[in-house]
T-cell receptor, first 116, second 109 residues
């Protein structure tokens, strides 16, 4: 099946620093990728839709200047958490759809961000 | 996408069938029912989907009521590795997935 990877799998940073998370589709191309955030014991919340070659679309309430998304190629999307603060500590997950008769979403393994 | 309602938790004995219900009473005619699961601290995994017919694959079976207002995911022989949060999603056009609170399934010996 299709594989989506994320890097890093976990990161610890100091408050005020920026952190970049990569999402790659390893064996298929994805013009669209999705970024989710998940707090402990909660469900996944869609943050934004990453579009190759154009601006990302952010969900209501998500600060686009805080969470910078770049979809530089058909296999790579990056999420940069700028000036991270402890409340940004969360599990960040990306997904990409691949059409195989239907649009199945493949999810990355997630990135655990801890801001001290 | 239509709202879905699932019980917050269920227990199942290993080797027995796990039947996970989902209510989607406001589902529209073009919305599919998708099931995903998330094992602790991992990304979600696709299980199965259907429109109005019952579906079966190597992982599970999906039973959708005739009026499409509810469905049941069946894991025929649950194992400990099936312990996860199971999400039922009613999805129309586009690739966006809106996750509800899901059902935490605990499979026990």
């Amino acid at each position: 099946g299709a594989v989506v990877s994320q890097h890093p799998s976990w990161v610890i940073c100091k408050s005020g620093t920026s952190v970049k998370i990569e999402c790659r589709s390893l064996d298929f191309q994805a013009t669209t990728m999705f970024w989710y955030r998940q707090f402990p014991k909660q469900s996944l919340m869609l943050m934004a839709t990453s579009n190759e070659g154009s601006k990302a679309t952010y969900e209501q309430g998500v600060e686009k200047d805080k969470f910078l998304i770049n979809h530089a190629s058909l296999t790579l999307s990056t999420l940069t958490v700028t000036s991270a603060h402890p409340e940004d500590s969360s599990f960040y997950i990306c997904s990409a759809p691949e059409t195989r008769g239907f649009d199945e979403q493949f999810f990355g393994p997630g990135t655990r961000l801890t801001v001290l | 996408d239509a709202k879905t309602t699932q019980p917050p938790s269920m227990d199942c004995a290993e080797g027995r069938a796990a039947n996970l219900p989902c209510n989607h009473s406001t589902i529209s005619g073009n919305e599919y029912v998708y099931w995903y699961r998330q094992i602790h601290s991992q990304g979600p995994q696709y299980i199965i989907h259907g429109l109005k017919n019952n579906e079966t694959n190597e992982m599970a079976s999906l039973i959708i009521t005739e009026d499409r207002k509810s469905s049941t995911l069946i894991l025929p022989h649950a194992t400990l590795r099936d312990t996860a949060v199971y999400y039922c999603i009613a999805r129309g056009g586009g690739n966006k997935l809106t996750f509800g609170t899901g059902t935490q399934l605990k499979v026990e010996l």
